[in-house]
């Protein structure tokens, strides 16, 4: 496949002047890493973000992806995340170094808690969020995590966090796309300083075949699944689209060099009707 150029990426800034770059590729389990797409997409489309997560099972891997790639590390942003199975300050520290040398990193550039309820009985979700953010404050201060985050928090998730601890996530990684648009939670994000990261762009496939999506690909002379990636990064959202196809990682990067006007962001604005297509965080106290 021939290489494209990519215009380059924007980055946003976190609240303690690091700059997060605003389109990442995104990695899962059941058959989410391909060796070949993040070898290309780092050497052929010049992405330079990159999401994983313990839970993925590919950490080791995608750490040789990377070498291979020959990107300098200091030049890539790496995430990753805690499984809420290594909650609790001794494990969570240890689950971060493990994950380090698992990828073969020794820092990572945001590392947040995966999910707002501890898969550990024996005292409150609360208590096990505050002295698992502890740790992650402790990393942090140490600087094995660069900033830190959490991923699938609700209002109320952070609002107590903020009463028990002292770092304010940097990052909250939550679902975002035209269907699920949670937007008093992002407000709530600005507000605090918190940058809003949107993951599952495409509503795992759903959005594309959308006919709002469609009329406005059509007009743009663009793919639908780009529509839906520059929505939500002209909304403001750190987005990771995943893929592993080569074309298809080339096709979602591509989309810095046009913009959606102000009626195709108020008819993609339009399309909320609440709707997951992934866990849903809304029962966990």
Known sequence: MSSVPVLSCPTVPLSNGLQIPILGLGTSHFGGFSHEAVVYALTECSVRHI??????????????????????????WITNKLWPGDYGYEAAKRACLESCSEMGVEYFDLYMMHWPEPLK???SNREMRAETWRALEELYKEGICRAIGVSNFLVSHLKQLKEDCSVVPHVNQVEYH?????????????KEGIVFEGYSPLGKGQVLSNPTVQQIAEKHERTPAQICIRWSVQNGVVTIPKSIKKNRIQENFQVFDFQLDEADMVALGGLHDGRHVTWDPTNVN
């Open 178 to 190: 035209p269907f699920q648009q949670p937007n008093h939670l992002i407000e709530y994000c600005h």
């Open 51 to 76: 999401d994983t997560a313990k839970r993925y099972g590919c950490e080791e891997k995608l750490g040789k992806a990377i070498k291979i790639s020959g990107i300098p590390r200091r030049d890539l």
């Open 121 to 123: 009985p024996g005292c």
